[in-house]
């Protein structure tokens, strides 16, 4: 993290010796650069006016920020240039702050993070400040009971009810010390009203109803005679005690020992240590071996095995914090569905509890928490930490720490775990997040090569990977995903499986097996690729490929825009009556107002011009004055068609269109020389005066010359050929 006032140096005697490479990427809440400054190279990000200086070892070749807005828009990031050789200024227009670290040798990364540095904000509240004690107010302990505290002392009154004929001063005591008892006891909680229904002596008496009698806590409260239902405090507490002892587990910080994995087992050999526990586990006189229960669910959990250790724990079915803590291990070990509410109320607890509840609930993490989760992953035993380390990587991946991600997965590989697949997708989330698509892409490409273990959801990223890069997927890895949905068939992954290779199909142009995979599927997944493969295949298929589908029966999924884009085509290849069915059925705002125009466009073609004109209604903008204009001219009405024309734009044919029109005057401006040409002879005063002399003559037969010419230039132009003398 980057302070105001501190800068971060890291030494190094590396030198460059070319300018240094800039990646960039867009991120919901950030935007990232990943430089390659070359390993061990010294650097340093320090804060000034309007953003941040990023300044180098000085034996760089400078910058190379010819990408860096290829892929992320100007709004946190305005702009970059280099200050020196050296020496690299990021502008900052937004309240942003930065982020920078060595996410592997040689590779920086500098994000740029909406919102205010946590490390620099002041007068930030403890995390416990919610507990903390007043210095004036003594701590007290937790009123378990409930018993409330006593009011001041009040004058006792004694109820109308009770008070009688004068009674002697014994008996008077006995019953004010009776009242002041019952009153203490109802202030407490220990007396409830219990009312009893008495029948009206005027009404006739009631059947009798046989009745299971009512709990006495849960007396009801009718009509009649007051009565009083009497409890004590164990009767009372007693049945909450539960219900307060795990609400208060969920409070506190469970001991230490309930999670010390690393002390369960020992390096000798799984099988002699379950051995040892083999007598513990026979029990004696009949006594159910629980503690040895315990202890081979602990080993098992020592080694990775959770389904096992759930299977001893279930075997007896006594329950106490210390099972219920490793029942939840055992799931998240194997991953068992759950929330793991004990394990995720430790969160923020200096325990090696807080390994385990932030795996639960990750969350972003102040540096001594991300430290001490660190530490306590280094502490696992190594058949667990090889297990745990690329599963604990995605969950600060999750966080964008990729940094703390990179290394869990070294250690895993420092135990020769490199090999299995979860490190390997693991490192290709890493690569994604970085913005390095391509590396992510080799890693999983390598793993669908080699490793037989590889998942759907890596093979299904992989083909998606390859889409997103503008590359066509390997037929091998689509015949992967063939035969996994064979594996996987009846499961969601079979679902999304058969969704990856349709589209890698797609993009091989094998549309009809595409549309086979999905059949008859109408779930969103699917609805989205039939209109993908209609969609690519009418940009991109050739004309007999599109026809074959064009003409074919088109899906439901098939969307209005997908639709006028295969219309559009069809008036394009010359099939407008096809292009007219497809603009059947419904559109909405662009698409139906595109819609028109395709319909116009349409109706002329096949000579239906009475569709144009009602696909043209109400419409005058400039391209539904053109599309009128050529109605008219199909109807023959040129001086109309001239007319609709917008007379500012200039589009080729416009010309052509003043000729059959007669527009002589105007034809006569156009640059084209045969119809100007005739437009001026046309214009040019006929001779009707006879000729009376040789200079008469000589204009009757120029006027005739130049007749001819206008004239057999339009022969070549609408007819391409001219007589020859």
């Not at 807080?354 to 502490?379: C, G, T």
Request: net charge negative; glycine share 6%.
């Amino acid at each position: 993290m980057i302070r105001w006032l501190v800068p971060i140096w890291l030494f190094s005697g590396a030198a460059f010796a070319e300018p240094v490479t800039i990646r960039s990427g867009e991120h919901d809440s950030f935007s990232r650069l990943v430089l390659a400054i070359g390993v061990g190279s010294q650097w340093e990000v320090t804060p000034t006016d309007g953003g941040y200086f990023l300044n180098l070892d000085g034996s760089t070749d400078g910058f190379d920020t010819s990408t860096v807005f290829d892929r992320i828009p100007r709004n946190r990031l305005a702009a970059v240039a280099q200050r020196d050789g050296d020496s690299l200024f990021l502008e900052v227009n937004c309240a942003c702050y930065i982020d920078s670290f060595l996410w592997q040798p040689g590779q920086l990364v500098v994000d740029i993070i909406e919102g205010v540095d946590p490390e620099v904000i002041e007068g930030e509240p403890s995390m416990n400040a919610e507990f903390a004690t007043p210095p004036d107010k003594p701590t007290q302990l937790p009123n378990l009971l409930r018993i409330r505290e006593e009011s001041p002392p009040q004058t006792v009154v004694i109820p109308s009810a009770l008070q009688g004929s004068p009674q002697s001063s014994e008996t008077q005591m006995t019953e004010t010390a009776l009242i002041e008892g019952l009153a203490r006891a109802a202030s407490q909680g220990f007396l409830n009203p219990a009312m009893q229904n008495v029948p009206n002596a005027s009404s006739s008496p009631p059947a009798v109803i046989n009745e299971e009698p009512e709990d006495f806590l849960e007396a009801s409260v009718l009509d009649g005679q007051p009565g009083v239902g009497i409890s004590t405090a164990m009767d009372r507490e007693f049945a909450l005690l539960g219900d307060m002892l795990e609400s208060s587990v969920g409070q506190q910080c469970l001991p230490a020992d309930l999670f010390e994995v690393s002390t369960w087992g020992d390096d000798s050999a799984f099988h002699s240590q379950v051995a040892d526990l083999a007598e513990g586990l026979a029990g004696e006189f009949g006594e159910e071996p629980r503690e040895a229960q315990d202890a081979l669910a602990r080993l098992y959990i020592h080694f990775g095995f959770g389904a096992e250790a759930r299977a001893v724990l279930t075997s007896d079915t006594a329950l106490s914090q210390s099972r219920q803590i490793l029942n939840e291990l055992a799931g998240i070990v194997d991953q068992y569905p759950g929330n793991y509410a004990l394990i995720a109320a430790q969160k923020g607890c200096s325990t090696p509890a807080a390994l385990w509840a932030f795996y639960v609930d990750p969350s972003a993490l102040e540096n001594d928490e991300r430290n001490h989760i660190l530490q306590q992953f280094f502490a696992l035993p190594q058949p667990l930490r090889g297990q745990f380390a690329p599963r604990l990587a995605r969950k600060f991946i999750a966080i964008n720490d990729t940094d703390a991600a990179a290394k869990l997965l070294r250690a895993a590989e420092d135990h020769d775990a490199e090999v299995t697949h979860d490190v390997q997708a693991t490192h290709a989330l890493i690569a994604e997040e970085v913005d390095d698509p391509e590396r992510a892409l080799e890693v999983l490409a390598q793993e669908a090569d080699d490793n037989a273990r590889i998942t759907p959801e890596s093979l299904i990223r992989l083909i998606e990977l390859a889409l997103e890069q503008g590359q066509t997927p390997q037929r091998s890895d689509l015949a992967l995903a063939a035969a996994m949905r064979q594996e996987f068939r009846g499961t969601p992954a079979a679902s999304a499986l058969a969704i990856a290779e349709a589209n890698g199909l797609i993009a091989l142009g094998d549309y009809a097996e595409a549309l086979a995979i999905l059949g008859d599927r109408d779930d969103d997944g699917a609805t989205n690729v039939v209109n993908n493969a209609y969609s690519q295949l009418t940009r991109v298929a050739t004309a007999a490929v599109f026809l074959e589908f064009g003409y074919g029966l088109i899906p439901d999924a098939v969307t209005a825009d997908t639709r006028n884009a295969m219309a559009r085509r069809m008036i394009d290849t010359g099939f407008p009556e096809r292009a007219l069915s497809l603009l059947d059925g419904p559109a909405e705002r662009e698409a139906a107002a595109e819609r028109r125009y395709l319909r116009a466009e349409a109706g002329i073609e096949s000579e239906n011009h009475a569709i144009a004109i009602d696909g043209l209604m109400g419409m005058n903008d400039a391209r539904a004055r053109a599309l009128r204009a050529r109605v008219y001219a199909g109807l023959g009405e040129h001086r109309a068609a001239l007319e609709a024309v917008d007379p500012m734009s200039a589009k080729p044919g416009q010309e052509t269109l003043q000729f059959r029109a007669g527009a002589w005057e105007r034809l006569t401006l156009e640059e084209d020389e045969i119809l100007s040409g005739f437009a001026e002879a046309v214009l040019a005063p006929s001779v009707t005066a006879p000729a009376e002399t040789l200079e008469d003559r000589r204009a009757i037969l120029a006027q005739s010359q130049e007749s001819r010419r206008a004239v057999e230039g339009l022969l070549q132009r609408f007819d391409g050929v001219s007589s020859q003398d």
